[in-house]
């Protein structure tokens, strides 16, 4: 939630979202940054209506220690209490929804991230070119560029003995051959 839909809040529904923060353990302070608010624009919005931070409950609360003058504005009515829970209930269910979405959206790349580790099968994938471009090594012609990789240990020994086997061929042809069949194999 941003600093405009939450200033559309009522200040009961504003009082329920930042407790919601403290209840989850986050500050006041990160909640309000989170929001995009100043920590001293709650306090004093708060305070105007009577609200106070609570150190032993952590979290804010009606005042209700005021004298008796103030205690027909601290008076919170049994439909108030409703109209506060029910607030809260679609708070909590707005927040259910937004982490359902992070959750499909996570799973989803772990998915993307799962399904493209199987499909690479690095094992075959090297085997199949070992045994199909031994004797087909492009010769690429133009600017080679740097690329640095991180690339499992023993696929990188199998690489190695794979050059040394055909020395006769640069690496930079041997690897980008390799590379350039499985991008066609992969219609790119």
């Known amino acids: 939630m941003n600093k405009e839909e939450f200033n559309r809040l009522d200040i009961e529904q504003q009082r329920?979202?930042?407790?919601?923060?403290?209840?989850?353990?986050?500050?006041?302070?990160?909640a309000c940054q989170t929001i995009g608010i100043d920590r001293a624009t709650i306090r004093k919005r708060f305070e105007a209506k009577n609200i106070i931070f609570n150190k032993n409950s952590n979290r804010y609360i009606y005042n209700t220690s005021n004298n008796s003058s103030n205690n027909k504005s601290n008076t919170v009515k049994k439909d108030d209490i409703t109209n506060i829970n029910l607030d809260s209930i679609k708070l909590l269910e707005?927040?259910?929804?937004?982490?359902?979405s992070q959750i499909e959206a996570t799973n989803h790349r772990i998915d993307t991230i799962t399904n493209t580790k199987t499909t690479i099968d690095t094992e075959n994938t090297i085997n199949t070119i070992n045994t199909t471009t031994k004797t087909t090594i492009n010769t690429y012609e133009g600017e080679e560029v740097v690329?640095?990789?991180?690339?499992n240990e023993e696929v990188q020994k199998r690489f190695k003995k794979y050059c040394k086997a055909n020395s006769e061929h640069k690496v930079s042809d041997i690897l980008s051959t390799i590379l350039d069949n499985y991008l066609k194999s992969q219609d790119y």
Not at 24 to 29: C, Q
Not at 94 to 100: D, H, R, T
Request: aromatic share 12%; charged share 30%; proline share 0%.
């Open 147 to 151: 690329r640095s990789f991180r690339i």
């Open 16 to 30: 329920i979202y930042i407790n919601s923060f403290l209840a989850d353990g986050i500050s006041i302070t990160k």
């Open 94 to 100: 707005e927040k259910i929804k937004a982490l359902e």
